[in-house]
């Protein structure tokens, strides 16, 4: 998955979040946001999906606490590099592997 496709489905992932804090009338803030973007990822089966939550949860909280060096290496993570999900849904850390 390149830059763009990641970029895409961070998009995606956030405005879907957002749609069903919105649907269920929830106040929408940031604590809100995560916790629906860690229920999305605990429910989802697309490896590739499931798999950029990390991503964007990371980015989130580093805007949150106001650490930039934080938010900057949340952008520049690989997610090959970073996190590849088993068929178990559990993470596994380490470039090239393939589980």
């Known amino acids: ?37 860690r229920n999305m990822q605990a429910v989802e089966r697309d490896p590739r999906r499931r798999g950029v939550f990390p991503l964007i949860v990371a980015y989130i909280e580093a805007v949150m606490t106001g650490d930039s060096s934080q938010q900057e290496q949340a952008v520049k993570i ?18 090239g592997k393939i589980h």
Request: net charge negative; aromatic share 0%.
């Open 1 to 37: 998955m390149n830059r763009s496709d990641i970029d895409q489905l961070t998009d995606e992932l956030i405005g879907e979040a957002v749609l069903s804090l919105l649907k269920r009338k929830a106040p929408v803030s940031s604590m809100a946001l995560l916790t629906e973007l």
């Open 78 to 95: 690989d997610p090959q590099e970073h996190v590849q999900v088993i068929a178990d849904g559990t993470p596994a850390t380490g470039k």
